[in-house]
């Protein structure tokens, strides 16, 4: 026998993967674009990315113009894992989009 509890949070679970993923579906086709506009120069010329002695000078703050070390560390991780692949860092971006849409719910 199910609690009522256990089934306000399944109902409340698969509610949120829905909304997830009804986010997410019309973001799709940008996973296989490319670079757009600063993008290549944000992150593929970017020597805080690029390097892996980058994430110490990126929480520095010295090497850049603008400090906005958790956006540059999470390109710095991405770079680690799809290099200068742009549909890696678009699916995360993807990802990032249905989350915070479930967040906001």
């Known amino acids: 026998m ?5 089934t306000t949070r399944s109902s409340t ?10 986010v997410a579906i019309p973001h799709l086709p940008a996973v296989s674009g490319g670079w757009l506009w600063d993008d290549g120069d944000i992150l593929v010329s970017n020597p805080l990315v690029t390097k892996p ?3 110490v000078d990126i929480w520095r703050g010295k090497d850049s ?12 991780l991405e770079y680690r ?10 699916a995360v971006n993807v990802l ?5 849409a479930v967040l906001v719910w």
Do not use: E, K, M, Q
Request: hydrophobic residues 50%; positive net charge.
């Open 96 to 100: 990032l989009h249905a989350v915070n």
């Open 13 to 22: 679970l698969l509610r949120g993967v829905v909304l997830a993923i009804l």
């Open 53 to 55: 002695s980058g994430l």
């Open 2 to 6: 199910n609690s009522p509890a256990l």
């Open 81 to 90: 894992l799809w290099g200068p692949w742009p549909p890696g860092y678009r």
């Open 65 to 76: 113009l603008d400090f906005f070390p958790l956006t540059t560390t999470s390109f710095w």
